[in-house]
Structure formats: C-alpha cells, structure tokens
C-alpha cells in the first residue's frame, strides 16, 4: 500500500514546489502589468500633442517672433495680442511675464474655413452632447501644456481650439 510513496513524495513536492513559485510570480507580475496600461486618469496621452502651434507660433515663442509670424495684431498688449484673420476666425495669444506665448486660443466662427475637428486637434473624436456641442482637454505634462476642443451647439456653432502652458 505505502510501497511506492518515499519514492514519489520528493517528485510531488518538486511539481509542486514549481507550481507555487510559478504562482507567486504571476501574482507579482499582474499589478505591474495592469498598472503600465493605466492612464493615471485617463487624460493623459503618452505621446505628442496633435495640435501644437499655431501657424508657426508655439507655446513658449516670445513676443516679438510671433508677431512676425502672425502679423500686426488688432489689439496689442505686453500681456496679449488680438488677430482678426477675415471675418470668421479670432485669435488670442498669451503671453506670460517674460513676453513668451503661454496661451493660444483660436475662434472659428460659422462660415470660415479650414475648421479643424476634434480628431485633427485633439488626434481622438470627443463624444458630442446631446445639443451637438463638443468638449473635451487634454494635458501633456511632456510638453507642458494642455489643449482643448469645443464646439458651441445650434446651427452656427463656434470652433474654439485652445492651448495653454502648465504652470
């Protein structure tokens, strides 16, 4: 009855001894695994912004080059510039203490032309609301700033692409 056991005992505690090492190191991988494809809150993009300038103008330009980028401004200030590009697009550059570009916010009106989507700025399409308007921002802690989308709802709507440094 007990004949074969001495012999087979040391080969089950072998299979075993692999089954509960294997175990362990499995329960060890899986919230490292779970925990790299996990977005700390699911705003947060790995890669590069989509959207990141505006006709040449960057987060981070100083004044002076992006005045000569963009062109003499409607309204000009140390802290903020105002364009007028025709009669459907507005656009509002930022800028901080030291004179460089720390925001960019684009307006496009109904009628103009060139209106990015959501998935040209943003590189991802936004769920619309139930009145057809769109929002949706995304940070870049790499680059250093954030950008937003919005849509208004209504049969003109209003495009505003907005990006802004992180402080």
Not at 1 to 14: A, D, Q, S
Not at 22 to 35: A, D, E, K, N
Not at 75 to 103: L, P
């Given at each position: 009855?007990f ?40 705003n947060?993009?790995?890669?590069a ?15 002076d ?22 009669e ?51 940070r ?12 208004t ?15």
């Amino acid at each position: 009855m007990f004949r074969g056991f001495p012999t087979r005992f040391p080969n089950l505690m072998k299979r075993l001894g692999f089954v509960f090492i294997g175990l362990v190191v499995l329960i060890m991988l899986v919230p490292s695994v779970s925990r790299a494809q996990r977005r700390t809150n699911g705003n947060e993009p790995e890669g590069a912004p989509a959207f990141n300038d505006f006709k040449g103008v960057k987060i981070g330009t100083h004044a002076d080059e992006a005045r000569k980028k963009l062109g003499n401004p409607r309204d000009k200030s140390a802290d903020q510039d105002f364009y007028m590009f025709g009669e459907n697009q507005a656009v509002q550059v930022y800028y901080d203490k030291s004179g460089a570009v720390s925001a960019i916010s684009i307006d496009f009106m109904s009628g103009a032309s060139g209106i990015p989507s959501c998935k040209d700025v943003l590189g991802a399409e936004a769920e619309a609301k139930a009145d057809g308007s769109v929002y949706k921002l995304i940070r870049y802690p790499k680059a250093g700033y954030w950008v937003s989308y919005s849509r208004t709802a209504g049969n003109s709507p209003t495009v505003t692409v907005t990006m802004q440094k992180i402080d």
